[in-house]
């Protein structure tokens, strides 16, 4: 699976963005789609999860202000940024987890900087 990652940009704190992957093929069964994060010098964290049947899952940090969806039939998921703090700021990863395989997939980043 070939994931192209989407709509990054730079806003102000309080803004938002949104992200979106394309996946090269079906991304309905089986496949566990994430946003990851990365900020200069620190580990690449999860931010969200959302399963093939919509379940959905977000780091403490980023809950009530993040919104992961996806749809199956256009091979998409988004992530919906609001209220966006300086410590948003990142390379956003989008990735395809496998679960009957353990195969992992990744796209390029796309960059989120939110500074005044």
């Known amino acids: 699976v070939q994931l192209q990652a989407s709509g990054g940009g730079s806003v102000t704190p309080g803004g938002s963005l949104r992200l979106s992957c394309a996946a090269s093929?079906?991304?309905?069964?089986?496949?566990?789609m994430n946003w990851y994060r990365q900020a200069p010098g620190k580990q690449r964290e999860l931010v969200a999860s959302?399963?093939?049947?919509?379940?959905?899952a977000y780091a403490d940090s980023v809950r009530g202000r993040f919104t992961i969806s996806r749809d199956n039939a256009k091979n998409t998921v988004n992530l919906q940024m609001n209220s966006l703090q300086p410590e948003d700021t990142a390379a956003y990863y989008c990735?395809?987890?496998?679960?009957?395989?353990?195969?992992?997939?990744w796209g390029q980043g796309t960059l989120v900087t939110v500074s005044s």
């Open positions: 959302i399963t093939s049947g919509g379940d959905t």
């Open positions: 093929r079906s991304i309905s069964s089986s496949i566990i």
């Open positions: 990735n395809a987890y496998h679960s009957g395989s353990g195969m992992n997939f």
